[in-house]
């Protein structure tokens, strides 16, 4: 069974050598490395060319953002499972994607293997731990949902259910695994471990802006899945991240 692992980016020559050697150096070898690039301005691209030999596609063109880039990569993947590590998050060991292609390997049945993550700041301390837990039907409700980092689906999903809506700035992958999670029920698996070490700050927490702009696209994502939002949705997801600056982590 094959893997296709696709980064996307943009102006990110301050992470995405780490994140590349993050993937390069994975023990699992049935798999593909596609990188999507937004036509940086900086040193990205220089720095994905000394690693081209070992990377299976690169584009480097201007996009309408995130989304865009991800879907650009789906559309190119050759992989039985596709997995989206952004250019400023990066694999916690050389084992992530052995541990989690063993479990679509075990169970013919799954479609969807998600593990969790740390957050951590530009220094590599860890700001807070996202331990999501194994979903049930409804627990979108409560505000939970999983860390996208450590979200590995079969290709098949996006082929029956649609890639990610480029109508959304934010948000759109928390539309997306609320519409193939709660809304169509596909089958998933948590692994309960540390897969993805992410950068804070990011495009979704990195300003007031793009908290309201979340949160605001949070409850977008329900109504145009056909769903009611629940009430104190927003607070529920608050109240839920807060609790994860207190998880303890092993080193």
């Excluded at 994140?19 to 490395?33: D, G």
């Excluded at 897969?195 to 979340?214: D, H, Q």
Aim: aromatic share 10%.
């Amino acid at each position: 069974m094959k893997i296709s692992v696709i980064t996307v980016s943009y102006n990110a020559e301050k992470t995405i050598g780490k994140c590349i050697e993050s993937v390069l150096s994975q023990t699992y070898t049935n798999s593909e490395y596609i990188i999507i690039d937004g036509n940086s301005k900086d040193t990205t691209m220089n720095i994905v060319e000394s690693f081209r030999d070992r990377i299976d596609i690169v584009v480097s063109e201007t996009d309408s953002g995130i989304y865009d880039a991800i879907n650009k990569g789906i559309a190119l993947a050759t992989g039985d499972v596709v997995a989206i590590l952004n250019s400023d998050d990066e694999y916690v060991d050389k084992y992530v994607l052995e541990t989690v292609m063993q479990e679509f390997l075990n169970n013919s049945d799954i479609s969807i293997v998600y593990g969790d993550i740390v957050i951590v700041d530009n220094v590599g301390r860890i700001m807070r731990t996202w331990r999501s837990g194994r979903y049930t039907s409804g627990l979108f409700r409560t505000g939970w949902h999983p860390p996208h980092p450590s979200f590995f689906v079969k290709k098949s999903v996006y082929d029956k259910y649609g890639v990610f809506n480029t109508t959304f700035e934010i948000a759109a992958d928390y539309e997306f695994m609320l519409r193939v999670l709660e809304k169509n029920q596909t089958k998933s698996i948590h692994i309960p471990q540390i897969l993805v070490r992410m950068l804070g700050g990011g495009a979704s927490n990195g300003s007031i802006r793009a908290i309201i702009l979340g949160n605001r696209e949070s409850m977008k994502a329900w109504s145009i899945n056909g769903m009611n939002p629940p009430l104190l949705l927003i607070v529920r997801k608050l109240l839920i991240k807060i609790r994860q600056y207190f998880v303890k982590t092993p080193c």
